[in-house]
Every structure is written in structure tokens, then in C-alpha cells.
């Protein structure tokens, strides 16, 4: 294949990064419930529901939004002019009587139990937070009633936490009791201990909303197996898809509040920069983080740093290089290991039988997750026609690695139409791999490296490769593609660009690429490349400009279809050598 053919299949430079279509900035306020129309909607009828008394939302960080939710609930339902609760009078008792406890309707909030329907928020509380108490003098013997949660709550709304009521699982079996008969009763804090007298129950009007991420509201549905019989179900949706145009201006008027907020403006660029930034997170341009929590603090980093109010798209990339430097340790620990050659990746030349795959790598204990070439190798040789994963082998792979491999041995006895045993055993290695590894990612570049192997045909070592394939050759999307790329591209511009390197990668991709100023500076002046591919006959061709399978009739020598080469390899192999003479005298 020409280098002008090579170019036609790459990724020119402004498809590396996202840009935003707006035409202008409109002065609209757009707030956080503005952009969750499906929670809000919820919300506002399960508080209108006269019967409905539990709600479960769903949320990422409970912390985070819980004023935001409470401020909501609050506009959308002011506090009532009603007053709520009882006036619990108490009779102290002498040496000779019990205390006696008399319960009369609410007059006036100064009456003890009395409330008006506040918006209440307890993350984290025990049980007499929640319930109250009943205290007795250890002298006098004198009772005093204090009132919890519920009943401060009474007639309002009372906002939980999942983990909570997990992590006292026996608060939660009395306030199901509590929401289901809507009154409560005392109760004595002590399994073995009695109530030093009789209480009377008192009728509460009271709705909760329980908050809590996927894993902990799974959790308390596999307790309570019939929590959705009685509980609503909401989630708070974490990303905002702006697949359209009216959602892009919608998200940007939701930013620019923010800012306002903070006393800081921002220019179309400094808006596109902060959108950038938030598709690395998210991996996909149409769906983009909009937490509070993350906006600000990108605001308020960016602000910080450059000690400004106006902010552009400088401010945020100054941030984002800051940032990759101080968790810049580990990375660059692992990059000079590859360029001081005690890690092995050949950036340069062609070698049979091993491929630069790529990987995300992620320390535990830090926020650090990058990009780097790892080398794959395959070493083929007659025998019986097993693979030899050497990782599974050694437990040093996962489930997800060992379904890669499978899939990829799959596909090529599929498509090239392989007998069921060949001639040849090979065995697959991850070089220079010492502890475990997972995830399919790489069966993409198995799968090319058991070619090479086969045909015995040189891989160019300048070229990169990751991507996913099924057992019929399509290639499909991978995680961390930006880091990636990256982490390629950075052993490469430090050994020195040659305008022959780049990588290849799913062209389902293509919507995850918001890549940093480097490569696509890299890319424009044709140092570096980046080809998308949707299966293996793409990449065969990239890889080693032939075509996989047999297309026409006539090829010339040096340009034979990988699939005749590998056919030839194995009738070779497969013949019976021939008997001289000098064999019978053997014999």
C-alpha cells in the first residue's frame, strides 16, 4: 500500500477533538434540575401522591446533592401553614404510682412534638436520632421525651441514606413498620428492658426519601425483596446527553450559571476546553459529566491557578497539564523503564511474530491511570495445533483475557477456513508482564500477531494496535483509547517522531478521541497517525499491506494473500517426507 493510501485511511487532525456547535451564548438560567427532567417529574408527583410515602433515588454521591435536594423539594413544595404532630403531656410518678403519659393534637409549635413540614436531611444517624428517645432519671425517676427525626420531619420530608440503613439494618425494619402504618410507636431501646410506662402511639404524615448508589440500593433490595411494592424508583441521571444542538446551549447556560455562581466568567473556548476535558472522563462526546461537584471544581482550579475572574481555554489545558504532572510520577517511572530498554518496546523496523498492543494501566491507592505499550509475541512451531496462552496458563489473566484469546483462535479457524487440527502449535506471551491482567482489548492484536506467526510475515513495530473483535472479524470499541493513544505516542515523540509511527484503533472509537494538544499537533503535521478500523481485513491491510483473503485471481509475489501464504505453510508441513535409499538401511 502507498503512504498516500496510508493517509486516505487515517484520522485527519480536527477529528481528535470534540468541539461544541454553538452559535452564541444566550443569557438563559439553567440550574442542575433543569437537565433532570425524569427525577423531577418523579419527585414532584410522588410528593403530590397522597398514598405514596417512600421514595429510592438513585445517586452517585449522596453528599453532593443532598442540598441540591432539599432546595428543590423545598420550591416545589413550601412548607405547609399546618401544624403537625402532638403534645405529649407527662404525669411524673412518686414512690408510689408510674409515671403516666397523655397525648393531645398539636395547638401551637412551641408544643413538643410539633411540626410543620420542614425538608429534613440526615446522611448518617442512629436510632434515637431517628426515633427519639425516652430518657429516665436515674434519682427521681423523672421521664423526658425527646423527639427524632420522624417527628421533626412530620408532615414534611425526611431524606435518608442507603448505607445507613444498611449499616443498621434494623432501623430500617422499624421504619418500613413506621412508613407502612404511618404511626409510630415506642419503642424500648434496650431487647430485654421494658418502657418505664405507657406511651401512647402518635399518627405521622411523613415521607422519606432514601439516597443511595447502584451497588448500596441493590443491596437493599436484595434484603428487602419487596421494596418496590411499596417504594417509587427515580435515578439522578450523572450525564447530560447533548446530542443536539438545543442540548449543547443547555449545557453551556447550566455551566455558565455555575460560574456565574462563583463570581467568574467564561469565552466560547474556555467552554469547549471544559467540554474536552469532560469527554476524557466520559469516553463519549454525546454524554458529558454535569455533577456540581466536578463543574466547580474545574472551575475553581482553573481560577485558582491563573488568578483570574475571565477565564479561556488556556486556564483549563494550564490545569490539566498541572495536574498530569503531580500524578505524573508513576508514568514517568514506567516510561523511562521502556526508553532505558528495561522494558522492551521496539518503536521501529518489522519483526515477525510480536505486535505493540496497548493498555491502561491503574495504581491502586492513586488517582493515576495512563496508557503503555505492552509487547505481545507469538512463537509458532510444529506440533498438534494447541495455543498456548502462557498468561491463563500461569493465572496471571482473567476470565475476560481468556475469552479475548478464545475468540480470537475462533476467528481465524473461521475465516481462513482452517482444518480442525493444524500442523503448528503456538504459543501467546504478554512480554515483560509480571503481575495479572484482564479485559479483551487486546484480541485484536492476538489475532494479528497469530497471523504473522503463521504466514510468517514481519509486523511493522512503528504501529500500535488495540480493539476488541467477535468470532465473524468485526473489530469493536475498547476503553481508554485517549490514554492509549497517548501513552504510545509518548514513547515515540521521546525516541523521536518518524512520520511513520501511529496506532490502530476501532472506528467505534472515533466518538470516545478528545486527545491532547500533542498528538493532534503531531497528527497535522503527518508525524504520527491514527487509523480506524471496523474489522480484521482493515487492519490485515495496514498491518501488512496484503489482503487477508483471496479478492481476484491474480496477485503479484510479493503481495500473495496472507491466507494462501498460511495454506502453503501448512500443506508444506502437513506432506509426507519422502524415503531415499539410505532410510531402508535405517530401518
Known amino acids: 500500500m502507498t503512504s498516500s493510501a496510508f493517509l486516505e485511511q487515517a484520522l485527519n487532525w480536527q477529528s481528535l477533538q470534540p468541539e461544541l456547535t454553538l452559535n452564541q451564548l444566550s443569557p438563559e438560567k439553567v440550574d442542575f434540575w433543569d437537565l433532570q427532567p425524569n427525577a423531577t417529574q418523579a419527585l414532584s408527583l410522588f410528593l403530590a401522591h397522597p398514598k405514596r410515602s417512600l421514595f429510592i433515588l438513585k445517586i452517585d454521591e449522596a453528599a453532593e446533592y443532598q442540598a441540591l435536594l432539599s432546595q428543590f423539594i423545598t420550591e416545589i413544595r413550601p412548607t ?21 403519659v397523655y397525648v393531645e393534637p398539636a395547638q401551637d409549635l412551641t408544643d413538643n412534638f410539633a411540626s410543620q413540614g420542614e425538608v429534613i436531611t440526615a446522611l448518617n444517624c442512629d436510632q434515637f436520632q431517628l426515633f427519639g428517645k425516652v430518657r429516665q432519671h436515674p434519682s427521681s425517676q423523672d421521664i423526658l421525651l425527646s423527639k427524632g427525626l420522624v417527628h421533626q420531619a412530620n408532615g414534611g420530608v425526611l431524606i435518608l441514606s442507603a448505607a445507613c440503613l444498611l449499616n443498621q439494618f434494623d432501623l430500617w425494619q422499624r421504619l418500613k413498620h413506621l412508613l407502612q402504618t404511618q404511626t409510630f410507636d415506642w419503642q424500648s431501646a434496650h431487647p430485654f428492658k421494658a418502657l418505664p410506662c405507657d406511651i401512647p402511639s402518635m399518627s405521622l404524615d411523613l415521607k422519606v426519601i432514601i439516597l443511595g448508589n447502584r451497588t448500596e440500593i441493590a443491596t437493599l433490595g436484595e434484603l428487602e425483596e419487596a421494596l418496590y411494592q411499596f417504594a417509587d424508583y427515580a435515578e439522578i441521571e450523572s450525564y447530560y446527553s447533548i446530542a443536539e444542538m438545543e442540548n449543547q446551549q443547555t449545557w453551556a447556560n447550566y455551566v455558565l450559571c455555575q460560574a456565574a455562581e462563583l463570581a467568574l466568567d467564561l469565552d466560547s473556548g474556555a467552554l469547549n476546553k471544559i467540554y474536552q476535558l469532560l469527554v476524557r472522563e466520559s469516553e463519549d462526546r454525546l454524554l458529558i459529566d454535569i455533577s456540581p461537584l466536578t463543574i466547580r471544581e474545574m472551575l475553581l482550579n482553573a481560577a485558582t491557578l491563573s488568578q483570574k475572574q475571565t477565564l479561556t481555554a488556556e486556564d483549563f489545558e494550564a490545569v490539566f497539564q498541572q495536574k498530569r504532572q503531580q500524578h505524573g510520577f508513576l508514568r514517568e517511572r514506567t516510561y523511562a523503564d521502556i526508553l532505558n530498554e528495561q522494558i522492551y518496546v521496539e518503536t521501529d523496523g518489522e519483526i515477525v511474530g510480536q505486535i505493540n498492543g496497548l493498555s491502561v494501566i491503574e495504581y491502586p491507592g492513586t488517582p493515576v491511570c495512563f496508557g503503555e505499550p505492552s509487547r505481545i509475541s ?107 493513544i ?47 478500523v471496523e474489522d480484521i481485513y482493515q487492519t490485515a491491510n495496514i498491518l501488512f499491506d496484503r489482503d487477508l483473503l483471496e479478492e481476484k485471481e491474480d496477485y503479484a509475489k510479493d503481495k500473495e494473500p496472507i491466507s494462501r501464504l498460511i495454506q502453503k505453510r501448512i500443506a508444506f508441513r502437513s506432506e509426507t517426507p519422502k524415503k531415499g535409499w539410505l532410510d531402508f538401511f535405517k530401518s
Open 80 to 100: 405547609p401553614d399546618a401544624i403537625f404532630g402532638v403534645n405529649y403531656q407527662v404525669e411524673q410518678g412518686d414512690s408510689f404510682s408510674f409515671p403516666q
Open 378 to 484: 507469538c512463537l509458532v512451531q510444529f506440533g498438534d495445533g494447541e495455543v498456548v496462552d502462557v498468561e491463563r496458563k500461569n493465572e496471571l489473566a482473567g476470565n475476560l483475557h481468556g475469552k479475548g484469546m478464545m475468540i480470537s483462535e475462533a476467528c481465524l479457524a473461521g475465516i481462513l477456513d482452517l482444518p480442525s487440527q493444524l500442523p503448528f502449535s503456538a504459543s501467546l506471551v504478554f512480554e515483560q508482564s509480571y503481575g495479572e491482567i484482564d479485559g479483551d482489548s487486546a484480541s485484536l492484536a492476538i489475532f494479528s500477531v497469530l497471523i504473522s506467526a503463521l504466514a510468517d510475515l514481519p509486523l511493522p513495530q512503528n504501529i500500535a494496535i488495540t480493539g476488541t473483535i467477535d468470532q465473524f472479524g468485526l473489530v469493536h470499541a475498547v476503553g481508554g483509547v485517549n490514554d492509549k
Open 486 to 532: 497517548e501513552g504510545f505516542f509518548t514513547i515515540c515523540q521521546r525516541r523521536g517522531l518518524t512520520g511513520k509511527q501511529g496506532v490502530i484503533i476501532p472506528a467505534t472509537t472515533i466518538q470516545q478521541l478528545s486527545l491532547s494538544n500533542d498528538v493532534v499537533e503531531a497528527v497535522k503535521n503527518e508525524q504520527f497517525f491514527i487509523y480506524p
